[in-house]
């Protein structure tokens, strides 16, 4: 490479880190506000280092609500949903992509069109089945749904599927292997890439959901850590290091996961491009 391409590349990681370094910015505001002493939260000029370092913040966090008891809870819906939303979407985006049936299509786009709908209008006629099934108060509301598929899950993986060539299935076919074998023994270990995308939307999307948990659930015996963190400002509101600190702590999981998984996230949302 010459001395003008070196010169490119060399600028372009620079605007690219500055970027980044722009994007982290408020992660590093909301942890130095937690270890920063009252007097200097609202200091202006603003203090960008803490000095002392108010460490006792975190521990008062984590004991004046809850807290593990919330992560518990939180972890459970994320297990349901993460478990769900792959298996209940993979069979049904697999359908869609490697199966001939008539109608196909016909569904496929049914099935697109249901996310034009916001999640506001269909809020009061959901609320309403979950009374009359009697599951308002418990957890089912937001771990059974998951196991009935998702419209963007099942679009991403039948996006993804298209991408695996037709000869893998027919060859399958005529070897005698039939849909559910050819779904698990030859599909989806190739779609690992897909099915990993579609995972982590869903633990991200359970993990800060605060609609959910607000509407369904009343005992605080089965809050999530959106609610709890909500209580904690309802109770501890002047107190900004102390809730900066659990605002941290709810927001790690998502940094260190995206940061070890941002390779396969970005690779399995590139590889979903349309295929027919």
């Known amino acids: ?20 370094l722009l994007f982290l910015f408020p992660f590093y505001w909301l942890v130095s506000t937690a270890l920063k002493p009252d007097t200097q939260i609202f200091q202006m000029p603003p203090a960008w280092f803490p000095h002392p ?6 521990p008062k966090a984590l004991t004046d609500i809850p807290f593990f008891l919330y992560t518990l809870n939180t972890l ?50 959901t609320f309403m089945i979950y009374k009359w099934l009697g599951w308002i108060g418990t957890m089912l509301p937001l771990t059974v749904p998951p196991f009935l598929g998702g419209a963007f899950s099942i679009f991403l993986l039948r996006q993804f599927f298209m991408t695996i060539p037709n000869e893998l299935s027919d060859a399958a076919r005529i070897d005698g292997c039939d849909e559910l074998g050819i779904y ?13 995308t579609v995972g982590l939307f869903a633990f991200i999307g359970s993990w800060n959901d605060f609609l959910g948990p607000l509407l369904y659930l009343n005992d605080e015996r089965t809050y999530t850590l ?7 400002v309802s109770q501890h509101g002047a107190e900004w290091g102390k809730l900066m600190a659990a605002s941290s702590l709810m927001a790690f999981p998502i940094v260190v996961i995206f ?8 690779q399995g949302v590139v ?6």
């Open 259 to 266: 940061f070890f998984a941002q390779r396969v996230f970005v």
């Open 271 to 276: 590889l979903t491009g349309s295929k027919e």
């Open 184 to 196: 698990w023994r030859i599909v989806m270990p190739l779609a690992k890439t897909g099915l990993v």
């Open 76 to 125: 459970k819906i994320c297990a349901c949903s993460v478990c769900g939303t792959v298996m209940a979407s993979s069979l049904v985006a697999y359908s869609l992509a490697k199966i001939r049936w008539p109608g196909r299509n016909l569904v496929f786009y049914s099935l697109i069109a249901t996310m034009i709908l916001p999640a506001q209008v269909t809020m009061i006629p």
């Open 226 to 232: 959106s609610i709890g963190l909500q209580k904690f």
């Open 1 to 20: 490479m010459n001395q003008a391409g070196r010169g490119k590349t060399f600028g372009i990681h620079l605007l690219l880190g500055g970027i980044g």
């Open 53 to 58: 370092l108010m460490w006792e913040n975190y």
